[in-house]
C-alpha cells in the first residue's frame, strides 16, 4: 500500500518536473528573442547616434570661435545650476 502512493506521488512528481521543464525551455527561447531584439534595436540607435553626432561635429565645427567667447556665459549657467541643486537639495527631500 505504501508503495503504491510513493509511486504515485513520484509520478506526480515526475509530470510536474516535464511541465517546469518545458515552461523553462519556452521562456528561454523568449529570451533568446527578447535578446536580440533589444541588441538590434540598440544596434540601430547607436548607428543612428553615431550619424547624428557627426552631422553635429561637422556643424558645429564652424562656430568653434564663438563658442568660446560665450565660454563665461557657459560658466554662469553652471554656477546658477548648482544653486538650483543645492536649493532643491536643502528642502529636504
Do not use: F, P, W
Amino acid at each position: 500500500m505504501i508503495k503504491a502512493q510513493v509511486n504515485a506521488s513520484n509520478a506526480d512528481l515526475y509530470a510536474q518536473l516535464q511541465k517546469e521543464r518545458h515552461k523553462n525551455k519556452r521562456m528561454m527561447r523568449e529570451l533568446d528573442l527578447l535578446k536580440k531584439h533589444v541588441y538590434n534595436t540598440s544596434s540601430s540607435n547607436e548607428q543612428s547616434s553615431q550619424e547624428d553626432n557627426q552631422a553635429y561635429a561637422k556643424e558645429s565645427g564652424d562656430d568653434s570661435d564663438s563658442v568660446n567667447d560665450s565660454g563665461s556665459a557657459h560658466d554662469n549657467v553652471n554656477d546658477s545650476g548648482s544653486a538650483h541643486y543645492s536649493a532643491s537639495s536643502s528642502n529636504g527631500d
